[in-house]
């Protein structure tokens, strides 16, 4: 069935750094890909989409590009802040039926 | 979009009780699902909830121990059966728009 792998944390990183999640994916159609956040004590939030291959998902400064030819969809961002704080779960899904399958999620803490 | 709503947000039950959650949209949907986050863990899809049918569940998941009602296409609740404390974690309810799925703020539940 469909899998999602993610990188797992915990990550620590300086205000201003550079983050990375990586996300690689299993599927056997063609699915959309997803970056999901949560911030400390709050619901999921969706932080953005790729529905196509070479699609680039973008929201609040963070980017991932649905990479077909490596399965992947990595998170980016260039300059984190103390507010990027929150876990972090890559999702994919399959159009015909929209279930959702998560990673384990990226616990991501930036400290000032 | 959509705005979904459950209640309770967290509750502490005992043993051997159960719990039934509720979960409002502010819009008509076809699709609902119903989610399980245990403590830091990743999302597991519990069921699939589409109103007019019986729930559809993932599995290692079965109605006996998490019935689900779908009355209209605006609210659904999953009850919690003949609680343990490995039933502890957050229960959340998700609905599908066109390309996205909306999460409710899940409900935090604690069996002791």
């Known amino acids: 069935g469909d899998s999602v792998t993610q990188m797992e944390g915990p990550v620590t990183l300086s205000e201003e750094a550079f983050l990375t999640i990586n996300c690689t994916y299993t599927?056997?159609?063609?699915?959309?890909l997803f970056w999901y956040v949560q911030y400390p004590g709050e619901g999921l939030q969706l932080l953005l989409k790729?529905?196509?291959?070479?699609d680039k998902g973008s929201n609040k400064g963070f980017e991932a590009t649905y990479r077909k030819e490596t399965t992947s969809f990595h998170l980016e961002k260039g300059s984190v802040q103390v507010s990027d704080s929150a876990v972090y779960f890559c999702?994919?899904?399959?159009?015909?039926?929209?279930?959702?399958?998560f990673g384990a999620g990226t616990t991501v803490t930036v400290r000032a | 979009s959509a705005v979904i709503s459950q209640k309770p947000s967290r509750d502490i039950c005992q043993r051997g009780t159960s719990l039934t959650i509720q979960c409002q949209v502010d819009?008509?949907?076809?699709?609902m699902f119903w989610y399980r986050q245990q403590p830091g863990q990743s999302l597991t899809l519990i069921a699939t909830?589409?109103?007019?049918?019986?729930?559809?569940?993932e599995s290692g998941f079965v109605i006996d121990k998490f019935p689900i009602s779908r009355p209209n296409l605006t609210f659904s609740t999953l009850t919690v059966s003949n609680m343990s404390p490995e039933d502890s974690s957050i229960y959340l309810c998700?609905?599908?728009?066109?390309?996205?799925?909306?999460f409710g703020p899940g409900t935090r539940l604690t069996v002791t």
């Open positions: 998700s609905v599908t728009l066109p390309l996205e799925q909306y």
């Open positions: 599927a056997t159609g063609y699915p959309s």
């Open positions: 819009s008509q949907v076809t699709m």
């Open positions: 909830a589409n109103q007019g049918s019986e729930a559809t569940y």
């Open positions: 999702a994919l899904s399959d159009l015909s039926d929209y279930k959702l399958s």
């Open positions: 790729a529905t196509k291959a070479d």
